[in-house]
């Protein structure tokens, strides 16, 4: 006959799952579970750069036609001209793989960019559950804030680097040919849109500080000047181009995307300063509020005047 501690705790077979239970219901698992999962999520990015990598060899003409176009716009008397070749713009290579290296880079470049999408996830999914759900809120939010504005400025670079190779061949004596090889130009190339879609995310960085109640908007107005002159600072050193053109192509927007972030930490200021007087103690029940004798100490005159009948 059952007795009742078999009753409340019946047998459970192995391999069956009571319903309602959870294995670790806090997300938590072992180091070694922790390692095993970061192995499988890096096989899977490995091999989807591979299959984008893959496509973008095939891709690898329209690909270098779209960089090599802002060289191309510059006037003909910037480029050097080939005896018995083409008229236009020439690059050209050093060494016998020069050319084969180049269309590796650019597949490899061109398959991080097509599976960008797919390798955040893999990233995103081994953090999140590590995470808080504001957390995660935030992270949300930087991920699909970071990559447009990563592409923005990547766009805006792709528009400064006609004038900043005009700039630098100009800076060329009389008498001297310019002879650039493709490896110089797609650094440069390369150089100019990481830094210009990296400064467009400074504007995320200032965003979190404040939904982290590190930067309020009082902190933020009063040091206003220092962060614009903080941002051109940034922009004259960043800049693999040293004209003013391509400077302040990249340091007015983010100026202007600065200033977004402020009005941003003002108005949540707001809203958090109208909560808080709403609910100064949130997730504290009145009785726990009286309990530890909170509203005392959170209200100084009360404070003040206790003192002074001590």
Not at 72 to 100: E, R, S, W, Y
Not at 126 to 134: M, N, S, T, V
Not at 256 to 267: D, I, K
Request: glycine fraction near 8%.
């Amino acid at each position: 006959m059952d007795t009742q501690d078999d009753l409340d705790n019946p047998p459970v077979r192995p391999g069956v799952r009571l319903p309602g239970k959870r294995d670790n219901p806090d997300g938590s698992m072992p180091l070694m579970e922790h390692i095993r999962e970061l192995r499988n999520r890096v096989f899977k990015v490995v091999l989807l750069i591979t299959i984008g990598s893959i496509v973008g060899w095939y891709l690898y003409p329209h690909v270098w036609h779209f960089i090599e176009a802002p060289y191309c716009k510059l006037p003909q008397h910037a480029h050097v001209a080939v005896q018995g070749g083409a008229k236009g713009c020439n690059l050209f290579v050093t060494g016998i793989f020069d050319a084969l290296f180049l269309r590796l880079k650019l597949a490899i470049i061109t398959g991080i960019i097509i599976t960008s999408p797919f390798w955040l996830y893999q990233l995103g999914a081994f953090i999140a559950p590590g995470l808080y759900k504001r957390e995660r809120r935030w992270a949300y939010f930087f991920g699909g804030a970071a990559v447009p504005l990563f592409v923005l400025g990547g766009a805006l670079a792709y528009l400064a680097m006609t004038k900043g190779l005009r700039f630098l061949l100009d800076l060329v004596p009389h008498g001297v040919v310019p002879v650039i090889t493709i490896n110089t130009y797609l650094g440069y190339a390369i150089a100019m849109l990481t830094i210009f879609g990296i400064a467009f995310e400074l504007p995320l960085g200032f965003v979190l500080l404040n939904l982290a109640r590190i930067l309020t908007h009082e902190r933020f107005a009063k040091w206003r000047r220092m962060i614009i002159f903080a941002v051109f600072l940034f922009a004259a050193v960043a800049t693999p181009s040293p004209d003013p053109i391509s400077m302040l192509l990249l340091a007015i927007p983010c100026v202007a995307l600065v200033e977004l972030a402020e009005v941003f930490a003002f108005f949540n200021d707001r809203r958090r300063a109208r909560l808080m007087a709403a609910d100064p103690f949130p997730g504290l029940s009145p009785e726990e509020v009286a309990e530890f004798n909170l509203e005392d100490r959170a209200d100084p005159a009360i404070d003040t005047s206790a003192g002074q009948q001590d």
